[in-house]
């Protein structure tokens, strides 16, 4: 027989290589393909595969080194491309993977596949702006595809840019068939810019639609108190309260939410007020309801500073008897209670209440942070009070008012390094709440570090005097 030609030898290397690499020898198949590429070093398909090969092998840098080989003797090979953006991603360098991305966009216009992987290579490099504009352009190649218009939407709320999410949320309520979450949300936005029309506008529509939906009943309370618009106010409460669809407990939750929601924010407290008002004249010979709404009465006093007078009504109206566990506000009610004896230093009567409720609600975690706090306080039981606040540590660890509970009962443990530890963790944060960074400067002074403790008490003051201001303000 005549002995083989070289094209044969090497046609029947590549083929016995290409068999070991599908019965998953890559090993072999690295050998074979590192005898072809001696024979033949401009081959650009014996680069590709070996670097197949050791990429299936985990050996990334190498399978980097040969792709970047094959792609070099031939740029124009799309195949050879999208392998060096793989490995590229894989290794971490997405500046490598974003130009690759960029050479096959440019050698497939309109292909919507390399165009996605480049936006999504732009995300992972931290690059949204440049992320968003590929979406846009994807957006423009596909204009029905409401998952790449999704994308350009949260995108665009990503980076703050408001009016351009209108318009991208206008467009998916033409195209989608569930509208009325997109247009509660396309409200919250035009409420968010300060286009208080047309977030009344858009609120209306969905509770003419649907009058039972009650975020879009807040949306419209919400627009007309913060264009400070009480004829509109008035209007919309008395609609809501006219509506049947509406049930008389989900009116009064929604008063609770805005009694809850005033404790962060002043401008919720007028309308609560008046929406108890306004239920106590429709409502007052309901059973249950005085009940309910001095409890919703109470709490609000309490978030707006006056606490001597949501004591007198929480304790004229709770009975001094041991709670109903299956009552829910009974139990909300006292909660409020114990705040207002705890707040104005009244503390075995706090201390008794807080373990009055843990004995029905034993996960009630403020319940639990309180009572812990109000033991550090008085120096007492502090095995205890430790034991509770980490449970209540444990369930929000990025809770900074728990944190700085446990920090401080550690301080008055003497643990300072753990104090401060956990203190450092409740300012970073809550940047914002004086007693914490009070507590910190604290613990700082019992470590020595005078300077760190000047900062923090500086800081103290500020945050001090800008509540005062606030709270002349309102």
Not at 252 to 260: D, K, N, P, R
């Amino acid at each position: 027989m005549a002995p083989d030609s070289l094209s044969d030898a090497t046609e029947r290397e590549v083929v016995a290589a290409s068999l070991q690499s599908a019965k998953g020898d890559y090993r072999g198949a690295v050998d074979r393909y590192q005898k072809l590429l001696t024979a033949h070093p401009s081959e650009a398909a014996f680069h590709y595969a070996l670097s197949k090969a050791y990429l299936s092998l985990g050996v990334p840098d190498s399978a980097r080194l040969y792709s970047e080989k094959s792609v070099a003797l031939q740029p124009g090979n799309k195949y050879y491309l999208r392998l060096l953006a793989e490995i590229s991603h894989q290794t971490h360098d997405y500046r490598r993977a974003i130009e690759i991305y960029q050479q096959l966009v440019a050698l497939e216009p309109g292909n919507t596949e390399p165009l996605s992987a480049l936006a999504l290579e732009y995300l992972v490099a931290d690059q949204q702006e440049k992320a968003l504009a590929v979406f846009q352009d994807l957006s423009k190649l596909d204009p029905k595809n409401e998952i790449i218009l999704n994308q350009v939407l949260f995108m665009e709320l990503k980076l703050a840019r408001y009016q351009d999410a209108i318009g991208t949320l206008t467009e998916l309520i033409q195209r989608s068939d569930g509208k009325e979450k997109l247009s509660l949300s396309l409200g919250e936005l035009y409420l968010q810019t300060g286009q208080h029309d047309m977030a009344v506008k858009t609120f209306r529509e969905l509770v003419q639609n649907n009058p039972r939906l009650l975020p879009a009943w807040l949306g419209l309370f919400d627009a007309a108190v913060q264009s400070r618009n009480r004829n509109a106010f008035r209007d919309d409460l008395n609609l809501f309260y006219n509506t049947s669809e509406i049930s008389l407990d989900q009116k009064i939750g929604l008063a609770q939410f805005f009694a809850a929601r005033s404790a962060r924010d002043s401008f919720s407290a007028e309308p609560a007020f008046a929406m108890i008002d306004e239920m106590r004249r429709r409502y007052s010979s309901v059973s249950g309801v005085t009940f309910k709404l001095q409890v919703v009465e109470g709490e609000l006093l309490f978030h707006t500073g006056k606490v001597k007078e949501a004591l007198r009504l929480l304790e004229k109206i709770i009975p001094s008897k041991k709670a109903n566990k299956k009552n829910d506000l009974d139990l909300h009610g006292r909660s409020i209670l114990a705040l207002c004896y705890d707040t104005l230093g009244y503390t075995q009567k706090s201390i008794s209440l807080y373990e009055a409720i843990l004995r029905l609600e034993p996960g009630n975690l403020l319940m639990i942070n309180n009572l812990a706090y109000v033991l550090a306080g008085q120096g007492r039981e502090l095995q205890r009070a430790r034991t509770l606040a980490m449970k209540a540590v444990a369930a929000e660890p990025a809770n900074a008012g728990y944190l700085d509970t446990l920090g401080w009962i550690f301080f008055k443990m003497g643990e300072y390094e753990k104090a401060a530890e956990l203190l450092e963790k409740a300012v970073e944060l809550d940047s914002q709440e004086p007693e914490i960074s009070d507590h910190l400067s604290q613990v700082y002074e019992k470590l020595g570090n005078k300077q760190k403790a000047m900062e923090m008490k500086e800081v103290t003051k500020k945050l001090k005097a800008k509540q005062s201001a606030v709270s002349v303000g309102q």
